[in-house]
């Protein structure tokens, strides 16, 4: 650290004998974060996975370097119960803009043929408080959740912090293109889900609220009828360490 080679030069020039025992030792190049969550109602893409009921969700991330690899898990409606994404990429920041890489498998465990792995790739850059990120996803052909269709999934996010408030207003915008369940309920293959919300972090805790709705009619089928397609409200209060 700087201030510890002022003091250490400082102390030769006195002739005093610099205590290296007593340095600041170099920040660690691994970081370890994560958090937990209980929401009102857990939206993927604008659609309910919880029957539109309340759940518990936890994450866990490891980074290195701009290496990062990471878990996420949450109740859900169907498929046992459960879902665990395993994620991970690399971030970096090239001419002021931040591109991420990397993919995310989705697992439903003790459910078979469930799987889906969708590489990604983001563009995100600050104007002043506002933050943009811009993103596609892809999910390739061949998976046995999937079977012969892929899956596409453009998307926008922004998000304003207000000025000497701890409040960021967040809108986002998405666009699934599949034959499969990933493009919608309606059989045309595509879907839009949009959502405008807002946050407030006090410490560790964040509490969020946000309206979320796609483009698809009322009571799209479903899923084994845990798919709601209806506007909502969602509320969330999370923890992260």
Known sequence: MRTSHILISAA??????????????PPSPIAVSGGAD??????FRGFSQTNEEATVQ????????????????SGIGFNN??????????STTVSGVGVDV??????????S??????????????????SLTAGIAWAPSGQ????DDSAIYLSADLDVGVPTTPIT???????????????????????????IGASASYGALTFGVAYIDTDESTGAPSFANAVGSDATVVFSLGAAF
Request: aromatic share 18%; proline share 4%; hydrophobic share 35%.
């Open 169 to 195: 207003v967040s809108g986002h915008v998405g666009y699934a293109k599949s034959d499969s369940f990933l493009g919608g309920f309606e059989g045309d293959g595509k879907v839009f889900d949009y959502s």
């Open 102 to 111: 990397g993919a995310t498998a989705y697992l439903y465990p003790g459910a």
């Open 81 to 90: 119960g459960t879902e665990l994404d395993i994620y991970g990429g690399y």
């Open 144 to 147: 046995d959740a999937l079977g």
């Open 58 to 73: 936890g994450w866990f991330q490891v980074d290195a370097e701009g290496f990062y690899l990471g878990t996420w898990g």
């Open 113 to 130: 043929n469930s799987t889906i792995l969708e590489p990604y790739f983001k563009l995100s850059g600050d104007l002043g408080p506002a």
């Open 12 to 25: 030769m020039l006195l002739g005093a004998t610099p205590a290296f025992a007593q340095d600041t030792a």
């Open 38 to 43: 209980v929401v009102s109602d857990y939206r």
